[in-house]
């Protein structure tokens, strides 16, 4: 493949990387809520767009399906928590600042999460996201039996399937329907754009213009 293909996952993070993309001069021609296309041209005709699961995009860019790609803080982490080390091989330049939210912990209103913890009993707790809540849990010496769940995560204490969730929040407003409060907050999330490092030593000429647009792009921007 000589040009180069741009990862995206339909949603969130389409739609705050468009902006970005047209800052750097950069039109996606097919809106994918519209299209059943999962490649999609650019006006570049050396970059097309791919859309995958936001949570397959740091593996299309690490094996070269994609040579760049926005993918969440939270993906990146866990995605590399799982591939060991705590790290993937994939390089990492920019923050693009979009897509914010943050890593929590909630819990239903009546339980008493600071006393589990005082007491160190042991905590159940759902998630999508196993490895981060095992990484945070494990740091503050807190017993967690882990549940990996794929979606819904707030039914989990609501059915007494688990003490807790961890899972992200941006508004609050899904917690507050469901009536569980935030109880800790794991860590601040963002996009990031990621490129395939052999893809950066090949296609430098134009992977390199690429970064440093968007660079620029997220700088002017906000
Ligand atoms: O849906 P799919 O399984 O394919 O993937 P996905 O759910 O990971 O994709 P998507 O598009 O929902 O999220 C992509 C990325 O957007 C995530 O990896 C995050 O980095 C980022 N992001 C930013 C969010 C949110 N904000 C967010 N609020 N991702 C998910 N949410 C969900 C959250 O899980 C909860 O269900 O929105 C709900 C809470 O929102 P509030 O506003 O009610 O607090
Ligand atoms: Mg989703």
Redesign the pocket.
């Known amino acids: 493949m000589n040009g180069i293909t741009l990862a995206l996952?339909?949603?969130?993070?389409?739609d705050?990387t468009l902006p970005l993309l047209a800052r750097a001069g950069i039109q996606v021609l097919e809106d994918p809520e519209t299209s059943r296309k999962l490649i999609l041209p650019t006006n570049r005709a050396e970059l097309r767009v791919v859309l995958v699961?936001?949570?397959d995009v740091p593996t299309y860019v690490e094996y070269g399906g994609a040579d760049v790609g926005v993918?969440?803080?939270?993906?990146l982490l866990e995605h590399g928590a799982a591939w060991g080390q705590g790290r993937s091989g994939l390089y990492q330049p920019l923050d693009l600042g979009i897509?914010?939210?943050r890593l929590s912990v909630a819990t239903r209103a009546d339980f008493d999460y600071p006393a589990a913890v005082r007491q160190g009993s042991r905590i159940r707790v759902a998630t999508?996201y196993v490895q981060l809540a095992r990484q945070h849990f494990a740091d503050k010496g807190v017993h967690v039996d882990l549940i990996k769940l794929?979606?819904?995560?707030?039914l989990a204490p609501l059915t007494g399937l688990a003490d807790a969730i961890v899972?992200?929040?941006?508004?609050?407003?899904?917690?507050?329907?469901n009536q569980l409060v935030e109880v800790e907050r794991i860590m601040d999330?963002?996009?990031r754009l990621v490129v395939n490092p052999t893809s950066l030593k090949l296609k430098r000429e134009s992977l390199r213009p690429l970064i440093d647009a968007l660079g620029a792009a997220v700088e002017g921007g906000s």
Do not use: H, P, Q
Not at 167 to 177: E, I, N, P, Q, W
């Open positions: 996952s339909k949603g969130r993070i389409f705050d699961r936001a949570s993918a969440g803080l939270d993906v897509a914010r939210c999508k794929y979606g819904s995560m707030e899972d992200l929040v941006s508004t609050g407003s899904t917690l507050k329907a999330i963002s996009a």
